[in-house]
């Protein structure tokens, strides 16, 4: 089973080089699809030698926002699984076969991540506890953290959600119900 890994990226030069080595040496059958999407620190010019095989690069010519990012990779993806990888550190990639392995067993159908909230600052904290109810009650889900990245499902689920939100609205918009 292959696992697509769409990367959003904007004014990464700092770290993106790092985060496709990482997300590359993850022992999975996988492909990498990068968007850049516009950046203006030397981004482009980073990706575009990380093009290979295993890494496909795409370019936004003009900002379009992280939801557009990902549709955007999305459109290209192969895999039949797909999951959504920040180009910074926040997260670990060697946490996806913990994620794909609820997918391959049947078990569910959209898996998502569960980062650590405590570094965040109080005011963060509070508007991420609240937007997570209200997408809870609006969607009749028991989510504990809404804005995670890590939002692994089926390729076919994905496309289903007939994405609209261009930005990081797109974060409660990626909710199946």
Same mark, same amino acid.
């Given at each position: 089973m292959k696992l697509s890994i769409l990367m959003p990226a904007y004014n990464e030069a700092a770290t993106i080089s790092a985060v496709v080595e990482r997300v590359a040496a993850v022992p999975l059958d996988k492909e990498i699809i990068i968007v850049n999407d516009a950046s203006s620190d030397g981004t482009d010019r980073i990706v575009d030698r990380l093009a290979s095989p295993l890494v496909r690069v795409v370019h936004h010519p003009v900002n379009s926002g992280?939801?557009? /990012? $990902? !549709?955007? /990779?999305?459109?290209? /993806?192969?895999?039949?699984? %797909? =999951?959504?990888?920040?180009?910074d550190f926040e997260?670990?990639?060697? +946490?996806?076969?913990?994620? $794909?392995?609820?997918? =391959?067993?049947?078990?569910?159908? %959209?898996?998502?991540? =569960?980062? &650590?909230?405590?570094?965040?600052? &109080?005011?963060?904290?509070?508007?991420?506890?609240?937007?997570? *109810?209200?997408? #809870?009650?609006?969607? #009749?889900?028991?989510?504990?953290?809404?804005?995670? !990245?890590?939002?692994?499902? *089926?390729?076919?689920?994905? !496309?289903?959600? #007939?994405?609209? !939100?261009?930005?990081? +609205? $797109?974060e409660a918009e990626s909710l199946p119900n």
């Open positions: 992280k939801g557009a /990012a $990902i !549709c955007t /990779a999305l459109d290209v /993806a192969t895999g039949e699984v %797909v =999951v959504i990888q920040d180009a997260y670990d990639p060697f +946490d996806f076969p913990r994620l $794909i392995a609820p997918l =391959v067993d049947g078990q569910a159908d %959209v898996v998502y991540g =569960v980062r &650590s909230l405590e570094s965040q600052k &109080s005011y963060m904290l509070l508007g991420n506890r609240m937007v997570t *109810w209200v997408a #809870n009650m609006l969607y #009749n889900q028991h989510l504990k953290d809404i804005e995670t !990245c890590y939002k692994m499902m *089926w390729r076919g689920t994905a !496309c289903s959600l #007939n994405l609209e !939100c261009r930005r990081f +609205d $797109i």
